[in-house]
């Protein structure tokens, strides 16, 4: 299995997963560049990480392109929330994909809904764990939030992280002003010199997470210390992530 990033909207990323001539989309936000992408490619199926507008709005013409299972969480199926949804899935269910088989994970905070995709050695976590950071809880509490950090950190260190957008450079930036720790530092300048290439940053192990982002490292003495300045308790993991994300969300 390959996969093909595409981007989308302004800093959206959909992904193609592609295995002999067949393409499952992840997160589409919009039909025409996925279109584009497929270049012939037979579309099996659409997976969606949440419900919001920027992952799913192509969905109505890829389907008009071709009438594929549409597969979201029980939550947002229960709800609605996804246009054409045909399948719900939660934590410790599977979908298939040519001879590959993904594991999904449960990861409410961002919306009550996220999920994640697990396949191939990829990581697909929408809008809740991004490189360098993660998303905004729009929808859960923070300590769901950093529940969902938690499951996601949890996994095989090698998985590629592909997330919903891209938002690298200005996360670590974020990240480097908490605490400008070496790893920090130099993943902010190789990030930059990726995007001054053009290139996205996305699909880099989760392990860079662990040593450089902020927000799965609510137990990393420097990441605790800079939160105590920010007037949280450092022992305490919930608080010290909900004032690194109130932090951000003003920053
Ligand atoms: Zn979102
Ligand atoms: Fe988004």
């Known amino acids: 299995m390959n996969v093909r990033t595409v981007p989308c909207l302004t800093d959206n990323y959909a992904y193609l997963l592609v295995q002999d001539g067949h393409a499952v989309v992840v997160d589409p936000s919009e039909a025409a560049p996925v279109l584009a992408a497929l270049d012939g490619l037979v579309l099996d199926a659409i997976w969606c990480t949440h419900h919001h507008w920027d992952h799913v709005g192509g969905i109505p013409a890829l389907l008009a392109h071709r009438a594929v299972p549409v597969v979201g969480s029980r939550y947002d199926l229960e709800h609605g929330r996804i246009d054409g949804q045909t399948a719900g899935v939660g934590a410790g269910d599977t979908v298939r994909f040519g001879s590959h088989v993904a594991r ?92 001054a290439r053009g290139e996205p940053t996305v699909g880099r192990p989760l392990a860079a997470e662990l040593a450089t982002n902020p927000f799965v490292r609510w137990d990393a003495p420097p990441v605790a210390a800079a939160a105590a300045r920010l007037g949280a308790d450092p022992a305490d993991p919930d608080a010290v992530f909900a004032a690194l994300r109130e932090a951000k969300d003003r920053w």
């Open 104 to 195: 999904v994970h449960t990861i409410p905070g961002h919306t009550l809904g996220a999920i994640a995709f697990e396949i191939d050695g990829g990581l697909y976590p929408g809008d809740t764990l991004f490189v360098g950071g993660c998303g905004r809880v729009f929808e859960g509490t923070m300590a769901q939030m950093r529940g969902s950090l938690a499951t996601l950190r949890a996994l095989d260190p090698a998985l590629r992280v592909w997330c919903g957008h891209e938002y690298t450079v200005k996360n670590l930036e974020f990240a480097e002003s908490l605490a400008p720790e070496p790893e920090v530092v130099e993943r902010l300048a190789d990030m930059r010199a990726v995007r």
